[in-house]
């Protein structure tokens, strides 16, 4: 379960990139081939692998790859790969490639799945954010700076930027969507 570092054309997508380095035929009929593959920021790649042989056998697995990217360098790309068997906690699977899989006996796999599941849950059960909501943290979020905030009003829904509602401070803040699948609470609902 080490990283692989290697070369990717700018021009070569994630996907292509993988169907050339896990995409196979053996001669007695075995193969192993990509369904469809989702990339999630930029940082996770999340790939639904048909295994399958002669006699009409087939399994549908996941396989999580963790990414890396070095543009300036001649290894610019580089991977770490893991089967849904391994616990590979990493759990921003889509729901299109959850849907491609086959049942499992494996219990790490069933684990895995059930906690993709509860956050794709979790997110469609999140209000939508609009322009003049107040929403406030669990847990204060640290900036750079040192300030600390947790109750914010939402500027631009669209672009994540957010201006505090709290303590005086006046200016805004772009939050990631990675701050924003923390725990948060609607306050005050647009008007």
């Known amino acids: 379960m080490g990283w692989t570092y290697t070369y990717k ?14 995409n196979y035929t053996e001669e007695n009929g075995k193969y192993g081939k990509i369904l469809d593959c989702a990339v999630v920021n930029l940082r996770e790649a999340y790939i639904a692998y ?10 549908v ?17 580089g991977y770490k790969d893991m089967d849904e068997t391994m616990g590979p906690y990493r759990y921003n699977c889509p729901e299109r490639i959850l849907n491609l899989l086959t049942p ?48 914010f009003r939402v500027v631009d829904p669209r672009r994540l930027i957010f201006e505090s509602a709290g303590k005086g ?22 008007c």
């Not at 054309?9 to 896990?22: A, C, G, I, L, M």
């Not at 048909?50 to 399994?59: F, P, R, S, V």
């Not at 401070?169 to 647009?190: H, M, Q």
């Open 9 to 22: 054309p700018k021009t070569v997508s994630v996907r292509e990139f993988f169907e050339e380095r896990f």
């Open 61 to 77: 697995i996941a396989v999580v790859c963790v990414l890396d990217h070095n543009p300036n360098g001649c290894c610019n790309f």
């Open 169 to 190: 401070y006046f200016g805004n803040f772009r939050l990631s969507r990675r701050i924003l699948e923390d725990g948060w609470e609607v306050v005050k609902e647009a």
């Open 104 to 151: 499992t006996e494996n219990e790490l796999a069933k684990k895995w799945r059930e906690k993709c599941w509860e956050r794709i849950r979790a997110k469609k059960a999140r209000p939508r954010l609009k322009k003049g909501m107040v929403i406030k943290f669990a847990k204060p979020i640290v900036f750079r700076s040192g300030r600390e905030e947790d109750t």
């Open 50 to 59: 048909e295994i399958g042989d002669a006699q009409g056998k087939k399994e």
